[in-house]
């Protein structure tokens, strides 16, 4: 008893200054001069990356003005850079910032490197809708004549994406599926190469976050034909007149792709909460609100920017896309 006291005594020391030390990494995360990496699982210059850097702008002042860098981790339809994410320390210096691929390949790889329901969920962060575009030259002008000239060049027509898993992976299986039509996918590291090759006409046809065409539509570089949700969009202007594919004839066709911030399994739950404080101020953050509305996205304010909530959807969302690449069958790849 007599010998024992001083061992409790310095047990106690001890746990109290690992609190102490825990306290202390919390209130100072990020410490200053290290730097916040935030990975993109697609090429730079595309939709992810856009949102990534929209976003590491607007996190830096709730930050403590850290430095936020992307980290285009790209390929293999965004399978490669979420398995960085899942292997990166978990600290809170390195990120993720995925998006609709996190659910569709848990059905889609048999092991992706990553368990999708094994990352801390920090919060949803914006709904994009996603426009039918295709090569400047294609001949058709509405969706009532592409679908004309797809039916008129079976086994010709090419169909860019961003790999297995994308989103406009997705959205081209579900065209294929409606349409009844096999196209050749070709895949890049993310739409901001397919687009390049689809201004060139390199490819025919893709499917994309506005996020990335509005530009081009803008500019008249590529020719836009439907939306891919269940409403119109009426911002961007440029989009206006455009159908639903829903609408045109595609029953029941309705893809938004949300992207959200998740960290690697195990980061401490008080550098995760300053993390999601953060998140929710730059999710208010005007400039940001702008950029995004700018480019079509819908910036979230809902329950699930929390946690709790963002793993429910995302959950949800396994099971939705699950079913539609499983009924998509020959189509899915
Ligand atoms: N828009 C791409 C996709 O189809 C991804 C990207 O390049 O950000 O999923």
């Not at 024992?4 to 020391?13: I, K, V």
């Not at 490669?80 to 998006?99: E, M, N, Q, S």
């Not at 490819?203 to 976050?209: A, E, L, R, S, V």
């Amino acid at each position: 008893m007599k010998s024992s006291l001083p061992t409790a005594l310095r047990l106690c020391a001890a746990a109290a200054a690992l609190t102490c030390a825990v306290g202390a990494q919390a209130q100072t995360f990020p410490a200053s001069g290290k730097t916040i990496t935030l990975i993109v699982p697609f090429a730079a210059g595309g939709p992810t990356d856009k949102v990534a850097r929209d976003l590491a702008e607007a996190l830096r002042k709730p930050l403590n003005g850290a430095t936020i860098l992307v980290d285009n981790a790209a390929g293999a339809g965004s399978t490669i850079g979420t398995a960085k994410a899942f292997r990166a320390a978990p600290d809170g210096y390195t990120l993720l910032v995925a998006h609709v691929g996190l659910a569709t390949t848990a059905t889609l790889y048999r092991n992706p490197g990553f368990k999708y329901d094994e990352f801390e969920y920090l919060g949803l962060v914006n709904e994009v809708p996603m426009v039918v575009v295709s090569k400047p030259s294609m001949p058709a002008n509405t969706w009532a004549e592409l679908n004309t000239w797809i039916g008129q060049n079976k086994g010709k027509v090419n169909l860019g994406n961003a790999g297995l898993g994308s989103a406009s992976h997705l959205c081209g299986l579900m065209l294929q599926n409606q349409l009844k039509t096999e196209m050749t996918t070709v895949p890049y590291k993310g739409t901001a190469p397919a687009m390049t090759d689809l201004m060139g006409g390199q490819i025919d046809i893709m499917c994309d976050q506005t996020t990335n065409t509005t530009g081009q539509v803008e500019g008249k570089k590529i020719k836009a034909f439907a939306v891919s949700t269940a409403k119109r969009i009426s911002v961007p202007a440029v989009y206006k007149d455009l159908p639903t594919l829903n609408e045109a004839g595609l029953k029941g066709f309705d893809v938004s792709i949300w992207h959200g911030l998740y960290a690697p399994k195990g980061t401490p739950p008080a550098v995760l909460k300053t993390l999601n404080d953060a998140l929710k101020v730059a999710l208010k953050d005007p400039d940001f609100i702008k950029k995004e509305e700018g480019l079509g996205a819908v910036v979230v304010t809902d329950g699930r920017m929390n946690p709790e909530e963002h793993k429910k959807f995302v959950a949800s969302e396994v099971a939705k896309w699950g079913a539609v690449i499983k009924a998509a069958g020959q189509y899915a790849d």
